[in-house]
């Protein structure tokens, strides 16, 4: 995939992200790039859903037909239907601008020569095509119920997309980024092989899961991806290390793949989806460790001053029902003073 950075679309408006390429392609044409990439962006910029939606509803009632054609084709069959819906004010029928239409041609390689047309009487198969993508704001948790009653609870900055209807004829896919725990509906009896449509696979930067039925909690954070499994099996595929891990539950992996390293281990699972009941429950944690997941999950900057405090460990559970009991919690244990300035928080020995 080309290389593009967010700020190159943040100053797009609805047609923008119409009439471009990349984005174009990411809702004809998904991949697990293309949605990680889509997914950080409206993240990081959640003032842009409103205008991605209706770009994306637009794309994603589109008729395609395949064939092979020249600009000049293009522009005088766009022309043509034109002059029809202007003699024919009555008609419920909204064609794509020239612009867009010409940009579809530059990029047939990709689009396979399509020609973009869009009415009020969308075909039914279209809906098979539909992505759902939820995301959660800095301190939301949300549950997320799948077609086939898979069920999700969405960490906060997180976000998850899958396909909106699921035909039972393929695998079922979903797109990861972020945190999140995963109970998936178990289709197969055990008694015959198992059929595509059983198959439940879940993409990741850098990895892909393959499971049955059974839970699992996944956080990808600080280039750091750690899969934790908590009933049944899966097996974890690594991109970049090209290696495969079955996991039993109670395993845990964590995979750098800037380093490309990879770490199984024993853990108790239930510590690391503890966040679901606004719980957090680290494996001996430090400091350090608390406030980069307090970062993560509630978008402020700390800051901790004193290098000696550091790597002081914390034992036992800390609320995160919010972002200031859990630094109460952690100003009482480590006689600590904290002070919030904007969106930093300074930590300091008192």
Known sequence: MPQFSENQFLNFNEQDFINDPFFQDWIIHPTPETDLFWMNFLKTHPEKSQTIGAARYFLQNVH?????????????????????????????????????????????????????VISILFPANRASLEKVMVATKFGEIKKVSLPDGTDIVLNAHSSVSFSKNWDGKKPREIWLNGEAFINVAHLNDGKGDIKPFERFLVYGEGFTIEVLGTSFDIRQRRGKTEVVLQTGKIKLTLKDSDSTIFMLPGDIVSYVPAEEKVVKSKTIPENYSGWKEKKLLLNNPTLEEIAHYLEDNYGKKIIIEDQKIRKKKIEGLIPLDNLNDALFIVSTVLNTNIEQKNSEILIRSK
Do not use: M, P, T
């Open 64 to 116: 395609f037909e395949d064939e092979q054609l020249d600009d000049s084709y293009v522009h005088q069959h766009y022309l043509e239907h034109l002059r029809q819906v202007q003699s024919d004010k009555k008609r419920a029928v909204r064609w794509l601008n020239a612009k867009v239409i010409q940009r579809s041609v530059a990029v047939a390689a990709i689009l396979a020569g399509v020609i973009l």
